[in-house]
Nanobody, 124 residues
Framework: QLQASGGGLVQAGGSLRLSCAASGRTFSRNVMGWFRQALGKEREFVAGISWTGGITSYADWVKGRFTISRDNGKNTVYLQMNSLKPEDTAVYYC???????????????????WGQGTLVTVSS
């Protein structure tokens, strides 16, 4: 029900825009999040957004490089990633927290629906 796309291979310093489209049901009134999982590491929070888009939350290491947004009319959430670094290489997942509209949680276990992931590879 969540389809992530937009990953690929990019050089360090480059940009990518990830998309997460919902189908089968709407998540327009739910908190949405982006997570990532690098090889051999645990899944970690990247960014989250409230149902209106008025509240956003980012992992500390994002440091202004990424921007999360949403278009509820299109049932889609985006992650604009700029100034990418090799350490950003990971599979990126979108997720929906159907129990929240404004409280952006950072624990993966809080989220109920997950997309299949899209691979982002940043070369040095």
């Amino acid at each position: 029900q969540l389809q992530a796309s937009g990953g690929g291979l990019v050089q360090a310093g480059g940009s990518l825009r990830l998309s997460c489209a919902a189908s089968g049901r709407t998540f327009s009134r739910n908190v949405m999040g982006w997570f990532r999982q690098a090889l051999g590491k645990e899944r970690e929070f990247v960014a989250g957004i409230s149902w209106t888009g008025g509240i956003t939350s980012y992992a500390d290491w994002v440091k202004g490089r990424f921007t999360i947004s949403r278009d509820n009319g299109k049932n889609t959430v985006y992650l604009q990633m700029n100034s990418l670094k090799p350490e950003d290489t990971a599979v990126y997942y979108c997720a929906a927290d159907i129990d929240a509209i404004n409280n952006v949680a950072r624990l993966p276990s809080t989220y109920d629906y997950w997309g299949q992931g899209t691979l982002v590879t940043v070369s040095s």
